[in-house]
């Protein structure tokens, strides 16, 4: 009885541990550095910047994202056109291996109707969604607005 007892101990930890390295391994994509900025007086809109690093084998795509304390989170990016900075919304950006920066003026995440005003040293949870079904978790520190550079 002792050893079908450790047996199953053993059994269970290693289940346990290949679980984690294939979770693991589906979590190639993963965000870091990541902020935004306090909106406007009287706005209720905001972007948030974030590098995203890919180190997985296959190229992958964002395709959504999400915020709890946001109406709506879009896709944009920002171009420079004929000397005119126009935005508009993307339906996803490419994740190449290797890291890819959303940054002010290129690529970048809208929020929109934000629920509550955020204030400087405050986290907005988002959540991206890849072209394969994984989500990516992003907590972006919230930054005052003369403090952007």
Do not use: Y
């Not at 007086?41 to 395709?63: K, Y």
């Not at 004929?82 to 940054?103: D, F, H, Q, R």
């Amino acid at each position: 009885m002792k050893r079908l007892l450790q047996w199953m101990i053993t059994s269970a930890c290693l289940a346990a541990a290949v679980i984690g390295i294939a979770h693991a391994q589906t979590q190639a994509v993963t965000a870091h550095d990541a902020w935004t900025r306090e909106p406007a007086p009287s706005r209720d809109i905001t972007a948030v910047f974030v590098v995203l690093e890919n180190r997985g084998p296959e190229a992958r795509s964002v395709v959504s994202a999400t915020c709890e304390t946001a109406d709506k989170a879009e896709l944009h990016e920002m171009k420079n056109e004929n000397g005119m900075m126009s935005m508009s919304p993307v339906k996803s950006i490419p994740l190449p291996a290797g890291k890819t920066e959303l940054k002010p003026g290129g690529l970048h995440i809208m929020l929109f109707g934000l629920k509550q005003r955020p204030a400087a040293g405050d986290h907005l949870n988002v959540t991206l969604t890849l072209d394969d079904g994984s989500k990516v978790p992003v907590s972006a520190v919230v930054r005052k607005q003369e403090s952007m550079q």
